[in-house]
């Protein structure tokens, strides 16, 4: 075995991080000494194509550093605009081109106190753009996607398994059998299932005690998602069930779909001297997912008396030693993972990969004794979720903290 000797970024115990006002400094000293430095070359092309000929940078990367100059925001600009290398090659060529040498020299300076600050204060690239997201909330949305689809990619080829979507659909209604009680009725699992290994699995729990019984006989789950059903099979943890693939064979399919469903019964009285009118819905990825689909249908009747909204938590080892109480919050949750309200018609619950789904709220609301054009749904999406990781949805009857 060859000792892995890549040098490593050493920092004092008590390193502190720049302010912001010094990473603002940075960034908006590179973002104006880079214009100027554009502005100074003869005849300069505005054209990601001509400019990138021009400066010896492919398009892509013109194009980047263009983009990235265009923006208003310094901290925005610096996460955006290329590595320091790309933009060293980008100032010996505006020289080359008949730039400026003061403007040069102004933007090789400005480079290198670019690089500096990534070197020697945060080691990385990546670093820095969890800094910068963490000083302005709008960059946190983009620096979390692009996190999340690397792990993505990672843990698909390390687990040999992948999916489409991972999708939760929950309708929760008046009961018409028990005057003041609820009903919930959901589907949940997983659509376009790719899997590379044969060992490989997936787990989707269908039923978790509390008077909950299986639907998969009544809603036509095999008709359920736009794949051919795979094939699968039942194993029993106390009072939870769970779907997973049949582990003798592997399929002969391209992709499957593997969904389960419940229903449920709630006493909104007892839920709510427990757990202060909210009622939890739980879904954990199981699997590497390209999106999160979840939609909430609320009955019309409940709409003005309750909040959907999401939360990201812990890993499910993580939530083992919190069983009597929630699980600590963490902010693994993108914050543009707002509830969208949606009328449940053909036209708007639609999802274009799931045109299934229609059909199965139909089916699920009928279950429940309802039309399903009185409910209205609430509907959040994430692109590549972490597989492991719990997302729990509240529906509360209070609105000022749902």
């Not at 106190?113 to 990546?126: K, Q």
């Not at 592997?250 to 449920?264: G, I, K, N, P």
């Not at 709510?272 to 999160?292: F, H, K, N, Q, W």
Request: hydrophobic share 45%; aromatic share 2%; charged share 25%.
């Amino acid at each position: 075995m060859t000792a892995d000797l890549t040098p490593r970024i050493s920092r004092p115990a008590a390193h502190h991080f720049p302010s912001e006002a010094r990473l603002r400094a940075v960034g908006e000293e590179l973002i104006a000494a880079l214009r100027v430095l554009l502005k100074s070359i003869p005849g300069a092309s505005a054209s990601p194509t001509r400019l990138g000929a021009r400066l010896g940078l492919s398009r892509v990367i013109a194009s980047r550093m263009l983009g990235s100059l265009a923006r208003d925001d310094a901290l925005e600009s610096m996460r955006r605009i290329p590595g320091p290398e790309s933009l060293r090659v980008a100032a010996t060529g505006a020289a080359a081109a008949g730039a400026d040498v003061a403007a040069v020299a102004r933007a090789m300076a400005a480079i290198e106190g670019f690089a500096v600050l990534i070197r020697e204060e945060y080691g990385t690239r990546g670093l820095l753009h969890a800094a910068l997201a963490e000083l302005e909330p709008s960059l946190r949305a983009p620096v979390e996607a692009a996190n999340r689809a690397q792990i993505h990619r990672s843990v698909r080829d390390l687990l040999g398994i992948s999916a489409e979507a991972w999708v939760m659909t929950a309708m929760l209604a008046p009961s018409r059998s028990r005057e003041g009680e609820l009903e919930l009725a959901r589907v949940d699992g997983a659509l376009g299932i790719e899997r590379i290994s044969r060992h490989a699995n997936v787990h989707v729990r269908s039923s978790a005690g509390e008077a909950r019984s299986s639907l998969a006989a009544d809603i036509g789950l095999r008709e359920g998602g736009p794949n051919a059903a795979a094939a699968s099979e039942s194993i029993t943890l106390g009072a939870i069930t769970i779907r997973r693939l049949e582990s003798e064979r592997a399929t002969e399919e391209a992709r499957t779909d593997l969904l389960a469903a419940s229903h449920e019964r709630i006493d909104p009285t007892r839920r709510a001297s427990e757990a202060r009118g909210r009622l939890r819905l739980t879904t954990c990825p199981d699997i590497p997912v390209r999106e999160l689909l979840i939609d909430v249908l609320l009955h019309d009747t409940l709409v003005a008396d309750m909040a959907v909204r999401a939360f990201g938590h812990g890993r499910r080892s993580l939530d083992a030693m919190f069983e009597h109480e929630p699980a600590p919050t963490t902010r693994l949750t993108d914050p543009t993972m707002v509830a969208e309200r949606l009328r449940a018609d053909e036209s708007s619950t639609e999802w274009t990969p799931w045109p299934q789904q229609r059909g199965l709220i139909r089916r699920l609301a009928a279950r429940l004794g309802h039309e399903s054009e009185r409910f209205v749904n609430h509907r959040m999406r994430l692109t590549h979720p972490l597989p492991g990781f719990r997302l729990d949805v509240t529906v509360s009857n209070d609105l000022a903290s749902a």
